[in-house]
């Protein structure tokens, strides 16, 4: 069974960088038929999608996010990571990594990790 | 990038009634469209995918249907493990897009 686990500081400083981990087991994250990827979620609001990356490094990005956010995953470890820069408190939300598929027509996020959440705040 | 709307935002339903949730696109996803299902305190859990097909472990009282710009989730008889907030999503185009939700409530 496909599990993933997110992990990270709980309180980050205004303007400095989030850092958090997913941490994949059941699977492999060098399959070349997914994506893996990041959503947050602020409190008492909607599902807003960050970023995806496939292991061999074509990345898609949140226009909104694209100029503070990198995506990137270490294979032998099986991780996919996370750094949001300049942050602020309005990017205060529970932060998940998910798994969807690598064509279009398969382009939903069947995995989930259960979320940490991330406060922004001095 | 393709906005999604939900309607309504909360939605009040007796249990054993029927509810009946819209998603619209602001243009064409074909039939690349997702509805989730997230109670408090857990992770969305994929619910329907491409429009229609029901996920693993989701009982047939869910359906989904539409295609283009206008789709519903459809719950038959409601039961009370059903009230949760839905979002739909599009994975037509990149940025991939979610719906605010519906707040689906007893009534």
């Known amino acids: 069974q496909l599990q993933l686990q997110e992990s990270g500081p709980g309180l980050v400083k205004p303007s400095e960088t989030l850092s958090l981990t997913c941490t994949v087991s059941?699977?492999?994250?060098?399959?070349?038929?997914?994506?893996w990827g990041w959503i947050r979620q602020p409190p008492g609001k909607g599902l807003e999608w960050i970023g995806s990356?496939?292991?061999?490094?074509?990345?898609y990005y949140n226009p909104s996010l694209k100029s503070r956010v990198t995506i990137s995953v270490d294979t032998s470890k099986n991780q996919l990571f996370l750094k949001l820069s300049s942050v602020t408190a309005a990017d205060t939300a529970v932060y998940y990594c998910?798994?969807?598929?690598?064509?279009?027509?398969?382009?939903?996020?069947?995995?989930w990790g259960q979320g940490t959440q991330v406060t922004v705040s001095s | 990038e393709i906005v999604m709307t939900q309607s309504p935002a909360t939605l009040s339903v007796s249990p054993g009634e029927r509810a009946t949730l819209s998603c619209r696109a602001s243009?064409?996803?074909?039939?690349?469209l997702a509805w989730y299902q997230q109670k408090p305190g857990q992770s969305p859990r994929l619910l329907i995918y491409?429009?229609?097909t029901r996920a693993t472990g989701f009982p047939a009282r869910f359906s989904g249907s539409g295609s283009g710009t206008e789709f519903t989730l459809t719950i038959s008889s409601l039961q009370s493990e059903d009230f949760a907030v839905y979002y739909c999503?599009?994975?037509?185009?990149?940025?991939?897009?979610f719906g605010q939700g519906t707040k689906l409530e007893i009534k």
């Open positions: 998910a798994r969807r598929g690598y064509y279009t027509g398969d382009g939903y996020f069947d995995y």
């Open positions: 059941g699977g492999s994250i060098s399959s070349s038929s997914y994506y």
């Open positions: 990356m496939l292991y061999s490094g074509s990345t």
């Open positions: 243009q064409s996803v074909t039939s690349n």
């Open positions: 491409g429009a229609s």
């Open positions: 999503q599009q994975y037509n185009n990149w940025p991939q897009t």
